[in-house]
Antibody, heavy 123, light 106 residues
Framework: EVQLVESGGGLVQPGGSLRLSCAAS????????MDWVRQAPGKGLEWVAR??????????EYAASVKGRFTISRDDSKNSLYLQMNSLKTEDTAVYYC??????????????WGQGTLVTVSS | DIQMTQAPSSLSASVGDRVTITCRAS??????LAWFQQKPGKAPKSLIY???SLQSGVPSKFSGSGSGTDFTLTISGLQPEDFATYYC?????????FGGGTKVEI
C-alpha cells in the first residue's frame, strides 16, 4: 500500500525556521517526482515545490511565494522528502501535504497524498 | 501563470442527482487537467487525470471531459459520501495551479 506520512509541523514565530519530513513507503520512491502542496486554513490548495527524480537530474521547481526561503530536498536511500522552511511569514500558516506525482504524456499529476502536517506561524 | 476558474463555488444537490462542475483555464492546457475530492479535515483524494482518465479505485460515477481551456467534472447518482469540495488542477506548466474549489452540499 502506498503511504506518505508527513511530520515536523508545529508553532513557530515569524522569521523562524522549520523542517518538514515526508516518509514514503509501498512504492519505489526514487522513481517518482515528489511535491509539497499547502492549504491555508479555510482556503484552497497551493503548490509549493517539486523535486524531480534521479532520471531527471533531481532538478527542482518552486512557487514564487516561497522561492529563496524554502528548500525542497530528498534522500532516496531513506525514502524521504523534506522541506526546509526559513524566514517564515504568517502567510505560510497552512497544512502542508506531501504528494507523489505520476507521469502522463511528459507531464506529472498528483496521484497520492499524505495526511498533512500543520504549520502555524505566529508570535 | 495559468489561472484556473471553477464554477459554481458551491452548490446544493439531492441524493441521486447528477452534478456538473466546470473548470476554465486562462490558456490552453491540452488535457493536462486533474480533479481532486477533499472532505473536511482530510487530505485531497485524486479522482481524475488527463481530463477524463479515472484514477485507480475511483468509482465510475465520477467522469471528466474537456480539452484546451474548458473542462467538466460530472458526478452521477450523488450519495451522502460525495459531500466534499472538488478542485481542478493544471499540470502542464509552472507554477502548477488549482481552481478555487467547488463545495458540494447534499
Amino acid at each position: 500500500e502506498v503511504q506518505l506520512v508527513e511530520s515536523g509541523g508545529g508553532l513557530v514565530q515569524p522569521g523562524g525556521s522549520l523542517r518538514l519530513s515526508c516518509a514514503a513507503s509501498g512504492f519505489t520512491f526514487s522513481d517518482h517526482y515528489m511535491d509539497w502542496v499547502r492549504q491555508a486554513p479555510g482556503k484552497g490548495l497551493e503548490w509549493v515545490a517539486r523535486s524531480r527524480n534521479k532520471a531527471s537530474g533531481y532538478t527542482i521547481e518552486y512557487a514564487a511565494s516561497v522561492k529563496g526561503r524554502f528548500t525542497i530536498s530528498r534522500d532516496d536511500s531513506k525514502n524521504s522528502l523534506y522541506l526546509q522552511m526559513n524566514s517564515l511569514k504568517t502567510e505560510d500558516t497552512a497544512v502542508y501535504y506531501c504528494a507523489r506525482a505520476a507521469p502522463h504524456s511528459g507531464s506529472y499529476y498528483f496521484d497520492c497524498w499524505g495526511q498533512g502536517t500543520l504549520v502555524t506561524v505566529s508570535s | 501563470d495559468i489561472q484556473m476558474t471553477q464554477a459554481p463555488s458551491s452548490l446544493s444537490a439531492s441524493v441521486g442527482d447528477r452534478v456538473t462542475i466546470t473548470c476554465r483555464a486562462s490558456q490552453g492546457i491540452n488535457t493536462y487537467l486533474a480533479w481532486f475530492q477533499q472532505k473536511p479535515g482530510k487530505a485531497p483524494k485524486s479522482l481524475i487525470y488527463a481530463a477524463s482518465s479515472l484514477q485507480s479505485g475511483v468509482p465510475s460515477k465520477f467522469s471528466g471531459s474537456g480539452s484546451g481551456t474548458d473542462f467538466t467534472l460530472t458526478i452521477s447518482g450523488l450519495q451522502p459520501e460525495d459531500f466534499a469540495t472538488y478542485y481542478c488542477h493544471q499540470y502542464t506548466s509552472y507554477p502548477l495551479t488549482f481552481g478555487g474549489g467547488t463545495k458540494v452540499e447534499i
